[in-house]
């Protein structure tokens, strides 16, 4: 009596046939199935990386808080010293450099930053910030700073690897990279799964590929959304397709507004202004003054007050609250007079440059605080785990040989040329808004016709 092998997941068996999905998207399937799959095996490992810095930078807005505990936060006293007294507190401190901006403390037990440039050994792209109590004029340290959101070394550093794996300008596009294919690769799977989905819902509890099938293109649905906004916001600041992005709401008055510098006093404001050494951030009228007109439009904690760049320029003061709500008014003050100049409101943005602000905000942790931080969190893990479960279901797929068999070729044969024609014009437009999505797209299509023509000749070959 011979036995037959229960037939598993990890055993060729012949397959049930599957009904034909009618429309244009029957021989799209493929197409779509053969690019998710060779995406997601190219690109992946930068996603991975992405992903994986992008999980730690959401974690170290926290972190921050505990490591540099003693300088970011004071014992709250009774009143506080006038800013000028601060900053000349940290410049006795570190006379070294120019005062670039100051940020008065925003809270009762916070620190006040004094931000200097051109100190040696600090990188120039970076400032020095100078830790002040407001209360006693104590320097409580000093640590290196990028960036509008105040990023302290430990955030810097994964930042950067973030960005650009701390390898400059030309590592920016492994980012722009993996944002530039994230959107694509999550769209192909959203579209596959829902096209499985019954036959999906059919071999719940089996093992083997079709259970990490499963759980690849469940997570990958509800996660979707969230690569999709990632995607974009990633790409709004990047080096290539950011530069068409600011090109295009240029075109279409959606830039992000100014307030203007120039100090508006009459001929003596140059030398007025020049009543500071300018190292030391007071020019004309003083610190304080500029601080209180700049209070007296509204503008309330936490602030950033930037000394004029030269005589002829004014003090900027803005807010650089980019949690919600979202506080970005600045205003113009004549260093000779402590008259407000100009004034920029947040409520005036233009549509798209509040999105812009919002969008950035919401991707690097900002908008919405921890419960933000988390979320980015969680859509980094579920990107983790999509990633492995893809490289799972290849190795499963080639049956316990080194590596999984690829997805056939020729399925672009089979979409019909209505379809084709205009997908190829979207591609094409896409390719030149996106060059990191099309440069690797063309190579990929290049490099598949040489494999086919030789397959197809070895094939040839074989057959004489």
Do not use: C
């Amino acid at each position: 009596m011979s036995t037959v092998p229960p037939t598993t997941d990890e055993a060729p068996r012949p397959a049930a046939p599957a009904p034909e999905p009618r429309g244009p998207w029957a021989p799209l399937r493929p197409l779509v199935l053969r690019l998710h799959f060779y995406a997601g095996l190219l690109v992946a490992p930068f996603l991975l990386v992405a992903a994986l810095t992008g999980f730690l930078y959401a974690g170290a807005f926290q972190a921050e808080k505990l490591v540099y505990a003693h300088e970011m936060t004071v014992p709250v006293g009774d009143a506080k010293l006038p800013v000028s007294e601060q900053v000349a507190a940290a410049r006795k401190a570190h006379p070294e450099g120019t005062v670039t901006a100051v940020r008065p403390s925003p809270r009762d037990d916070a620190s006040t930053r004094v931000l200097l440039s051109g100190v040696e050994g600090v990188d120039a792209t970076h400032s020095l910030a100078v830790f002040v109590d407001p209360y006693t004029g104590e320097v409580r340290g000093a640590l290196e700073q990028y960036g509008s959101t105040g990023a302290l070394p430990l955030r810097t550093w994964i930042d950067e690897f973030h960005r650009d794996l701390r390898l400059g300008e030309n590592g920016r596009l492994y980012s722009e990279l993996a944002a530039s294919w994230l959107w694509v690769i999550a769209g192909g799977g959203v579209a596959l799964w829902f096209s499985r989905r019954r036959a999906l819902r059919k071999v719940r509890g089996t093992g083997g590929r079709r259970r990490t099938l499963g759980l690849h293109g469940t997570v990958g649905v509800w996660a979707a959304a969230g690569f999709f906004f990632l995607s974009a916001t990633g790409l709004t600041w990047s080096q290539y397709a950011g530069a068409h992005i600011d090109e295009l709401r240029t075109s279409l008055g959606q830039s992000t507004p100014a307030v203007s510098s120039a100090a508006g006093a009459g001929e003596h404001a140059g030398h007025d202004a020049a009543g500071g050494d300018g190292g030391d951030g007071e020019h004309g009228v003083g610190l304080d003054r500029i601080l209180a007109a700049a209070r007296a439009e509204g503008l309330g904690d936490p602030v950033e007050i930037v000394p004029p760049a030269d005589a002829g320029s004014a003090y900027v003061v803005r807010q650089v609250q980019r949690s919600w709500p979202t506080k970005q008014d600045a205003v113009a003050v004549d260093p000779a007079t402590g008259a407000v100049t100009d004034v920029l409101r947040f409520d005036d943005f233009p549509v798209l440059a509040k999105l812009t602000r919002w969008g950035i905000d919401l991707h690097t942790g900002v908008l919405f605080g921890l419960a933000n931080q988390i979320a980015l969190m969680g859509l980094a893990l579920a990107l983790i785990l999509l990633i492995v479960w893809g490289y799972r279901m290849w190795w499963q797929r080639g049956r316990g040989s080194a590596f999984g068999r690829p997805i056939p070729r020729g399925a672009w044969a089979q979409v019909p040329p209505y379809v084709m024609v205009p997908l190829m014009a979207v591609i094409a437009v896409l390719g030149y808004f996106l060059p990191l999505l099309g440069i690797p797209l063309a190579v990929f299509l290049a490099l598949d016709v040489v494999l086919g023509e030789l397959a197809h000749r070895r094939a040839r070959r074989t057959s004489v």
